[in-house]
């Protein structure tokens, strides 16, 4: 074996080693970044916090008091389980330990992701945590409802969905996880800028007589107030020669479609509307069942006379709260430019002063101080204003100046010429949920995470830190030591004491739906807001409240169909007696479970019957036993609950068509048939080494990609999100794709996704080809100076494509962009304008927004792949003789002439590969679009690919992925690329076959 050899295998197991210890060698990597020693023990800990700055310090403050236990904090905003297991997976650090809300257990427990922690109870005994939660701490346990759908059995008794029914039993009545209560939003102000916004109006009313800051509390007085801080700030900045206000009235986390909710959600919920009525509407949900199918007839009659219910997406409440904001945006009220990523910029420019609001959680203020602790004392907390006042909550207010004002606000925001009527407002939600955090059945040390889990610090002074911090489970302990202001954590804000114990109330979670074929609420707003619309106010209020009527319309039909298919129980979301006063009761609903001893028999009955089904089967009694250790090995499989070959007939039918001509071919050539036999046996014999060379590499090719494209259509024959047990829904899936009568017929697919793809396909494939040869040409040409500009023109193919669209995006992304600030610094800042991109000179536009963003992704994507076609063009153009040029020269033929009956001949074949490469590689397009864009607004700049994966995969807040629909979407998708292959390749073979008769023609008579 040669050096090199050697040389290449090494490093082939050194690549192999690291791959293979990659979570020991993160752990070690990551020590030594925070020069530490490697500790024998870990906790990797995922959470959905929006306070990623609190989470940490807790952390440093137990690793300090537990040198052996390192706590790696993860944060994740969206996503399921199965994001966090598949991302911690690849990082080799699997979650010990993770918090989730209520509603989400059962999806854990369904998926195998939490491990009972009873044991350690027992070992350590309640009075463990009670000596750092004051006795207060409250577990919680998993009580399964006896009416799940899950343990629904056919009509020999057998229980449909075994396999969850047994996760379900298993965890009944067993210690998952602590509770915690999430607090209410609040209005957080700056009292430094309210101070001296006052000293140069003092007639705003911004102090009293006090001097002390009064925060707005109705919106005529809180659009007032930023109106008197945004003029504060504009002439501060006057008086210092400056252009830009130094302080603007309002600062919001709006920069993506979610955080722009963190705004419009508080007053909203405020002014009366949670996007959900709970009070239920029969005949609203009953309107969209399906009558013909046996389904839908269950469905109502089940629900006849019981309400159920219904999203409303389109509320009054929603469009006002929305039109607030935009019209304080017009107003030049609302600070620009902020990257809602960045949560801890929009904070901390309330603390520094940039702003003087921000509609956020009552902590989100106090975290910013953090970078500026000075600021700490200027912070102050105020429930969310309402609409207008109320006789009842405001003393001294009469009826007259309640109309009054009520008139005032609608006539400001052009809601009288909606027909709009504002609801009076309500009491804040205290907490949208509850919240428990547990173990999942992953954890490497359980006794680490147990000791995690509940604070186990024997230093007073960190437990006293980390309750100052508002650690996830002391929240609960903050809620019930309300009365004493000394313990209440965060002492310096007295006036969130106010807001929690007077002007909250309990509140249970809306309900969610499933991913619908228009644009959901947060997109709606999101494009409305930042499209900077000149059109009037109403006009864009208008086109919001027909886009909500749409989405809350596909909403209801998707509740619909899931409470037709059974994959949800509407009435954990509906309360025919439902106030807010009662929620707290419906937060202990599934405690109280446990103390029923009629459904704690139910339940028994249930076990015995499982036990009995499953004595025949080893996983399912494995489940039933919850073995420790089969519970990583069973958390990754997956079985389908319908028989692959009843699905897969089409598939089936081709090969039955394969092998039906293979036998009519057999029997045409019978005569021949024993020579044919000696002959493949005598050439299998002699080449029986090459079949043994080849056959890892068929494996490979069957194991990870034959089977995986034939299982597909299993799972497109079900609905779900892979995560429990999938619902049969035989060829529902394509219906929805091929059927234009369906009811869910999804239109986006085929009147947005696909047009952007083509064009996509087109374009990108015309540059590449195109410019390519032009390139090619040009590097050709006999310059000293053409190897450098081929070493520059190769360097795009050497890098990753993620890492150009990264750089993309600080080039076209934001009016502040690379381009736009090209354009501004050699004058040219009216070309946007000319252009018929803006509405008015000197506009700058977010090239990766909606209007250009397909086309910039098109450059992209052309401008990385074009290296790779020139190299190509660029060989087959040196491989053409010379003497062709001078032949044609001779016989006086122009450069363009030369080009076009001597290159482009010569060059034919490899044009022709290359075309078709470019064609399919943009066809399979994802990285690009999903970096730069992610589809962009209202699917400006989706493609398949990337639409495939948002419905697969993502989980945008508020919807569930559908894996099944997402298989059939790629099932479609590849039959629509095979069709378009196929009629390239015919077509080449034509033109090639007549070219080959042409030649063969020409030889034949030249021979004659």
């Given at each position: 074996m040669q050096k090199h050899q050697i040389s290449i295998l090494l490093i082939a197991f050194g690549v192999l080693a690291i791959f293979s210890n990659w979570g020991k060698l993160a752990d070690y990597t990551e020590a030594q970044l925070r020069q530490e020693n490697v500790r024998p023990r870990k906790v990797s800990y995922w959470t959905s916090s929006g306070s990623p700055e609190v989470e940490l310090n807790m952390a440093n403050q137990f690793m300090k008091a537990h040198p052996d236990i390192m706590v790696q904090p993860n944060f994740r905003e969206t996503g399921g389980l199965q994001d966090i297991l598949y991302i911690s997976f690849l990082s080799g650090n699997p979650p010990d330990y993770m918090n989730a809300q209520l509603h989400e257990l059962r999806q854990y427990a369904l998926f195998g992701g939490i491990r009972p922690f009873d044991d350690l109870l027992e070992a350590e005994g309640p009075e463990y945590f009670d000596q750092f939660l004051d006795g207060r701490g409250r577990v919680y346990r998993f009580e399964t409802n006896p009416s799940d759908r899950l343990f629904a059995r056919d009509e020999n008794g057998n229980f449909l969905h075994p396999k969850e029914a047994a996760r379900l039993l298993n965890l009944s009545g067993r210690a998952v996880g602590l509770r915690d209560v999430t607090l209410p939003d609040t209005l957080t102000y700056n009292k430094r800028v309210f101070r001296e916004a006052a000293a140069m109006f003092p007639e705003a009313g911004l102090v009293d007589a006090n001097g002390e800051p009064v925060p707005p509390r109705t919106w005529l007085e809180f659009y007032e107030a930023a109106r008197v801080i945004s003029e504060y700030g504009r002439r501060a900045a006057e008086a210092r020669g400056q252009s830009q206000p130094l302080t603007y009235g309002v600062v919001l986390q709006g920069q993506r479609t979610n955080d722009l909710m963190r705004g419009i959600r508080p007053l909203a919920q405020r002014a009366g509307s949670m996007a959900f009525d709970f009070t239920g509407d029969t005949n609203r949900i009953q309107q969209h069942f399906d009558l013909n199918t046996p389904a839908g007839r269950a469905a109502a009659e089940r629900y006849q006379d019981r309400p159920v219910g219904y999203f409303e997406y389109d509320h009054p409440a929603y469009i006002a709260s929305f039109a607030l904001l935009l019209q304080m945006r017009r107003d030049g009220f609302v600070l620009p430019g902020l990257e809602a990523r960045h949560y801890e910029d929009v904070r901390t420019a309330l603390a520094t002063g940039q702003a003087g609001m921000l509609l956020d959680g009552w902590h989100a203020a106090l975290i910013g101080v953090e970078r500026v602790p000075w600021a700490a004392e200027d912070i102050g907390s105020a429930p969310i204003p309402v609409p207008y006042p109320n006789v009842d909550e405001m003393a001294g207010v009469t009826e007259e100046e309640i109309q009054r004002q009520k008139q005032e606000v609608e006539r400001l925001l052009s809601l009288d010429e909606l027909g709009i009527s504002l609801p009076p407002g309500n009491k804040l939600p205290r907490g949208t949920g509850v919240g428990v955090s547990f173990f999942t059945s992953l954890a490497r040390d359980p006794a680490a995470a147990w000791e995690w889990m509940h604070y186990g610090v024997k230093d007073p002074d960190v437990v006293q830190t980390n309750t100052r911090r508002g650690s996830t489970p002391l929240v609960q302990v903050a809620m019930e030591n309300l009365g004493d202001r000394d313990w209440f954590p965060y002492a310096y804000q007295p006036q969130v004491y106010d807001i929690i114990s007077h002007e909250t109330e309990m509140w249970p979670n809306p309900a969610q739906h499933g991913p619908v074929p228009v644009s959901s609420d947060q997109e709606i707003f999101f494009r409305l807001f930042h499209s900077q619309d000149p059109r009037p106010l109403v006009e864009v209020l208008r086109e919001a409240q027909n886009d909500l009527a749409r989405f809350t319309d596909a909403a209801n039909e998707d509740l619909a169909r899931r409470i037709a298919d059974g994959i949800t129980r509407p009435e954990s979301w509906t309360f025919p007696t439902f106030t807010p006063n009662t929620a707290a009761r419906y937060f202990d609903m599934q405690q109280d479970q446990g103390e029923n001893p009629e459904i704690q028999a139910e339940l028994a009955q249930l076990r015995s019957e499982l036990v009995a089904q499953a004595a025949d089967t080893p996983r399912l009694s494995n489940l039933l036993d919850a073995e420790k250790n089969n519970l990583r090995e069973d958390l990754w499989?997956?079985?389908?609950?319908?028989?692959?070959?009843?699905?897969?007939?089409?598939?089936?039918?081709?090969?039955?068509?394969?092998?039906?001509?293979?036998?009519?071919?057999?029997?045409?050539?019978?005569?021949?048939?024993?020579?044919?036999?000696?002959?493949?046996?005598?050439?299998?014999?002699?080449?029986?080494?090459?079949?043994?060379?080849?056959?890892?590499?068929?494996?490979?090719?069957?194991?990870?990609?034959?089977?995986?494209?034939?299982?597909?259509?299993?799972?497109?024959?079900?609905?779900?999100?892979?995560?429990?047990?999938?619902?049969?829904?035989?060829?529902?899936?394509?219906?929805?794709?091929?059927?234009?009568?369906?009811?869910?017929?999804?239109?986006?697919?085929?009147?947005?996704?696909?047009?952007?793809?083509?064009?996509?396909?087109?374009?990108?494939?015309?540059?590449?080809?195109?410019?390519?040869?032009?390139?090619?040409?040009?590097?050709?040409?006999?310059?000293?100076?053409?190897?450098?500009?081929?070493?520059?023109?190769?360097?795009?193919?050497?890098?990753?494509?993620?890492?150009?669209?990264?750089?993309?995006?600080?080039?076209?992304?934001?009016?502040?962009?690379?381009?736009?600030?090209?354009?501004?610094?050699?004058?040219?800042?009216?070309?946007?304008?000319?252009?018929?991109?803006?509405?008015?000179?000197?506009?700058?536009?977010?090239?990766?927004?909606?209007?250009?963003?397909?086309?910039?992704?098109?450059?992209?994507?052309?401008?990385?792949?074009?290296?790779?076609?020139?190299?190509?063009?660029?060989?087959?153009?040196?491989?053409?003789?010379?003497?062709?040029?001078?032949?044609?020269?001779?016989?006086?033929?122009?450069?363009?002439?030369?080009?076009?009956?001597?290159?482009?001949?010569?060059?034919?074949?490899?044009?022709?590969?290359?075309?078709?490469?470019?064609?399919?590689?943009?066809?399979?397009?994802?990285?690009?679009?999903?970096?730069?864009?992610?589809?962009?607004?209202?699917?400006?700049?989706?493609?398949?690919?990337?639409?495939?994966?948002?419905?697969?995969?993502?989980?945008?807040?508020?919807?569930?992925?559908?894996?099944?629909?997402?298989?059939?979407?790629?099932?479609?998708?590849?039959?629509?690329?095979?069709?378009?292959?196929?009629?390239?390749?015919?077509?080449?073979?034509?033109?090639?076959?007549?070219?080959?008769?042409?030649?063969?023609?020409?030889?034949?008579?030249?021979?004659?």
């Open positions: 499989k997956y079985e389908s609950p319908t028989n692959a070959w009843v699905v897969l007939w089409v598939p089936s039918l081709m090969l039955f068509t394969i092998c039906l001509w293979f036998v009519v071919n057999a029997l045409r050539n019978r005569r021949r048939r024993k020579e044919w036999w000696k002959e493949t046996r005598q050439g299998a014999r002699g080449s029986w080494q090459a079949y043994l060379f080849v056959l890892p590499g068929m494996a490979l090719l069957f194991f990870f990609a034959i089977y995986p494209s034939l299982y597909q259509f299993v799972i497109a024959m079900h609905r779900g999100d892979g995560l429990g047990a999938m619902q049969p829904v035989g060829f529902d899936n394509f219906a929805r794709i091929l059927n234009p009568n369906h009811p869910r017929f999804d239109a986006v697919f085929w009147n947005t996704v696909i047009p952007n793809t083509l064009i996509f396909m087109i374009g990108v494939t015309s540059a590449q080809v195109i410019l390519g040869l032009m390139i090619a040409t040009l590097l050709n040409l006999p310059l000293k100076s053409n190897s450098i500009y081929r070493v520059l023109f190769f360097i795009p193919l050497v890098t990753s494509l993620a890492v150009v669209s990264v750089i993309f995006i600080g080039l076209l992304k934001g009016e502040d962009s690379g381009v736009n600030q090209f354009l501004i610094s050699v004058g040219w800042e009216n070309l946007p304008y000319r252009l018929g991109l803006v509405t008015e000179p000197g506009q700058m536009i977010n090239w990766l927004g909606e209007k250009t963003g397909l086309g910039a992704v098109m450059f992209v994507a052309a401008w990385h792949g074009m290296p790779y076609n020139i190299i190509l063009l660029l060989a087959g153009l040196q491989s053409i003789s010379p003497d062709l040029y001078e032949a044609a020269r001779v016989d006086g033929a122009s450069a363009w002439q030369r080009f076009r009956h001597v290159t482009i001949p010569e060059i034919l074949p490899i044009l022709i590969i290359i075309t078709f490469q470019a064609f399919i590689g943009a066809a399979k397009a994802f990285s690009v679009v999903f970096v730069l864009t992610e589809g962009g607004i209202n699917h400006s700049s989706e493609l398949v690919a990337t639409y495939i994966f948002r419905w697969g995969f993502m989980r945008p807040a508020g919807r569930d992925a559908d894996l099944g629909y997402a298989s059939a979407l790629g099932i479609v998708y590849s039959v629509l690329l095979a069709a378009l292959t196929l009629t390239n390749v015919i077509i080449i073979a034509r033109r090639w076959k007549r070219r080959l008769d042409a030649e063969h023609a020409a030889i034949k008579e030249e021979g004659q």
